[in-house]
């Protein structure tokens, strides 16, 4: 089977043969057309984590505080300027200053939005892995267990531009500050996100603060990205492209996929005629690809840049069949990961929960995979594998594999599964896209999709589920504390809790994983202030969590782009998505633009 290749690809149709005549009648600016063969449904930044491709578009799409940049030097966004002091009570204060921008919808972003944000994440009914980034706030504890108010959380909006957060310790601002950069805590609008429960799904009521903004949602056809007029202009006094460059993404799902799942090498000239086929009524110059399968690139130059995104397999250890660990780690060693590379390509092997690129010190100098070195073989040992199921008594079975409705992931869950296989289970894929739902009286005007990976995840439906997981932050804690009990961000019910004295909620990490040894180092690295010797305890825990494998850590993806000189601008930020707000295309007005919605 032809090679299938994470890759995010730009080529130019290099004649006009290919594009028609003509000019735009209105030229607000290149119209550049995009392929990413993975349809996004889910545009909520608390779960972007679980899409390598979501965290791509909603990069371009929402803007916080901070932002890292390609070579990790993390740089003001939204933030204007901080001070940072102790208060009379003994608390710290950090107070931000906002720079002055608005909403896709011409509403000025406050420091409000930020306050919602980041309540909806610690509020004890909303189940989000993000919450460990946000304990270092006051009563942060207390509020995700229900224990005091969520008014009561460390954090408010002294004005609308100045946006306050509280501690009762002291706290290395540098390092919050950078953990503020994580995709997860951008701001939000609450009057658009408590509108309707599926609000992340529909153009008619999301509203997002970034450079672009999604203009049209078309379930697994069409995507559109058009520059936000609001992204930081004067509407009145700056020009159109003032900040934002190009006019619209233009992104397509459909293609004619044997095309490239052949074996049949593809030439430059067939990447032109592969334009063409999902984009017929636009025959513009550029596409821009996540995952693809191609072997041959022809005469266009390839960038790859390491990503914080790895492609990984949950358990759920309340299935009886995965309940013992040396089963899960049975699987897992059996499992060649050098070969999912050859399937993937623009990838490397997975050596354990924490990615490359996460840093092990405050100096940021020392890269925390690096320094404590692999806990996963990238080869199979399938005696040892064979022995350990053995061992625990479990050598036949049947579950499934659910993975997303993806070329890649398919291929890599059908690898697993015949793995597997030979090792005597039965193993069924599913792959999940999205389900449309029926409209109501309030949505009648609009399509609501349910991403069913999402829903599954979220429900603990799954035996084995496949997720691209984006690091929280750049430093350990955020991507480790979620398997600890007391940080997993796990949602409870405060009417269970008022009505039920019986009532425990379920705090595990979605996987049901709990382990004391575990729960204790991450307790113990709470209370580290030092960054070096917090990520030594970290790594320990990280020890316990992959020998025990509730998560199965597989590739690290590498985002890989091809591009034509036509098309320059492009920058790429720390967690690997590519950026187009200063993108400029050559001669973009030699070619026609139909309205198609």
Not at 455 to 469: P, S
Request: glycine share 4%; net charge negative.
């Amino acid at each position: 089977m032809k090679k299938a290749i994470s890759l995010l690809l730009v080529v130019t149709m290099l004649t006009l043969a290919f594009t028609g005549c003509g000019k735009s009648e209105d030229d607000h600016g290149a119209e550049i057309p995009v392929y990413i063969s993975d349809q996004i449904i889910n545009f909520d930044p608390a779960f972007a984590y679980t899409d390598d491709a979501a965290v791509k578009i909603l990069s371009l799409i929402y803007e916080g505080l901070t932002k890292i940049d390609s070579n990790g030097k993390v740089k003001n966004a939204l933030l204007d300027s901080y001070t940072y002091k102790q208060q009379e009570d003994g608390t710290y204060l950090l107070e931000c200053t906002l720079n002055e921008t608005c909403w896709s919808d011409g509403t000025t972003v406050s420091a409000d939005d930020f306050v919602y944000a980041i309540k909806r994440i610690m509020d004890p009914e909303f189940s989000s892995e993000a919450a460990c980034l946000l304990y270092q706030l006051k009563n942060a504890a207390k509020v995700k267990s229900g224990d005091v108010s969520i008014d009561d959380l460390g954090v408010r909006a002294a004005d609308t531009s100045i946006l306050q957060f509280i501690f009762d310790e002291d706290i290395d601002v540098n390092i919050f500050m950078e953990t503020l950069a994580s995709p997860a805590l951008v701001p939000l609008r609450e009057v658009a996100v408590s509108t309707v429960e599926n609000w992340s799904t529909t153009t008619n009521v999301l509203v997002t603060n970034g450079p672009f903004y999604v203009k049209k949602v078309a379930g697994d056809e069409e995507l559109i990205l058009e520059r936000s007029q609001y992204y930081y202009r004067d509407v009145v006094k700056d020009k159109e492209d003032k900040y934002v460059t190009p006019y619209r993404l233009i992104i397509s799902y459909n293609a004619d996929r044997e095309l490239y799942q052949n074996e049949t090498e593809i030439t430059s000239n067939e990447l032109a005629q592969y334009a063409m086929l999902f984009s017929e009524d636009k025959p513009n110059s550029i596409v821009y690809n996540s995952d693809i399968a191609l072997e041959k690139r022809g005469e266009a130059d390839t960038t790859s840049v390491d990503m914080l995104t790895q492609h990984v397999y949950y358990f759920n250890t309340e299935n009886e069949l995965f309940k013992n660990p040396d089963v899960r780690k049975a699987l897992s060693l059996a499992l060649d990961r050098n070969e999912i590379v050859d399937i993937v390509k623009y990838a490397s092997a997975a050596q354990g929960w924490i990615p490359g690129g996460v840093f092990a010190d405050s100096s940021r100098k020392t890269d925390y995979r690096e320094k404590y070195g692999s806990l996963i073989s990238e080869s199979a040992d399938l005696d040892t594998a064979k022995s350990l199921l053995k061992s625990a008594k479990v050598t036949k079975g049947s579950f499934t594999i659910k993975c997303k409705n993806s070329a890649v992931e398919k291929a890599i869950a059908e690898y697993a599964a015949g793995v597997w296989k030979k090792l005597g289970f039965t193993v069924t894929v599913k792959t999940l896209g999205y389900k449309t739902l029926s409209p109501s009286a309030e949505t009648e005007f609009y399509t609501l999709y349910v991403d069913r990976l999402s829903e599954a995840l979220k429900a603990r439906d799954f035996d084995v589920i496949a997720i691209d997981y984006t690091a929280m932050s750049t430093y350990a804690w955020g991507n480790i504390a979620q398997f600890s009990t007391d940080y997993s961000g796990a949602a409870i019910s405060l009417k269970e809790i008022t009505e039920n004295k019986d009532y425990v909620p379920d705090l595990t990490h979605v996987t049901g994983w709990q382990n004391d040894k575990f729960d204790s180092l991450i307790e113990e690295a709470a209370k580290i202030a030092d960054v070096s010797e917090r990520s030594d305890k970290l790594f320990e825990a990280e020890k316990i969590l992959i020998d025990e494998m509730p998560v199965v850590p597989l590739i690290s993806y590498k985002n890989a782009y091809s591009k034509s000189k036509s098309l320059k601008g492009l920058e790429t930020n720390y967690y690997g998505a590519t950026l187009f707000t200063d993108a400029k295309l050559s001669h973009y007005n030699d070619y026609i633009s139909e309205e198609t919605f």
